[in-house]
């Protein structure tokens, strides 16, 4: 499975930006599908998950209500993260991520399958 991401750039804080995601290789619409980011000098966060065929989405504190992690369908293999109101703490690469073994809801965990990651940065 490959997981190629797109979508980062340099946005003003308060901007938005779409992150997308699509994965080749083997069918994931039914299995949990993320973002995660790694910021300069702090470890690999969780953004966001969304479950395989309509299963619910799982957020951060710290982008809830800012950030949307959607599909095209419950089972497409394209993911995307709709990110508005962009803080400069925002700023960080961001990974798309994906386990095939994992059939439950949404929530924050390992995953088997990395994408190459794409850098936001969000100015002041």
């Known amino acids: 499975v490959q997981l190629q991401a797109s979508g980062g750039g340099l946005v003003q804080a308060g901007g938005s930006l779409r992150l997308s995601c699509v994965a080749f290789?083997?069918?994931?619409?039914?299995?949990?599908m993320g973002w995660f980011r790694q910021a300069p000098g702090k470890e690999r966060e969780c953004v966001a998950t969304?479950?395989?065929?309509?299963?619910?989405?799982?957020y951060a504190d710290s982008v809830r209500g800012r950030f949307t992690i959607s599909k095209d369908s419950p089972a497409s293999n394209t993911v995307y993260l709709e990110m508005n109101s962009l803080k400069v703490e925002d700023t960080a690469v961001y990974y798309c991520?994906?386990?095939?073994?994992?059939?439950?809801?949404?929530?924050?965990?390992?995953?088997?399958?990395w994408g190459q990651g794409t850098l936001v940065t969000v100015s002041s």
């Open positions: 991520a994906a386990d095939p073994n994992y059939v439950g809801p949404a929530t924050c965990r390992h995953m088997k399958y």
């Open positions: 969304i479950a395989g065929n309509g299963g619910g989405s799982y």
């Open positions: 290789g083997r069918s994931l619409g039914t299995r949990i």
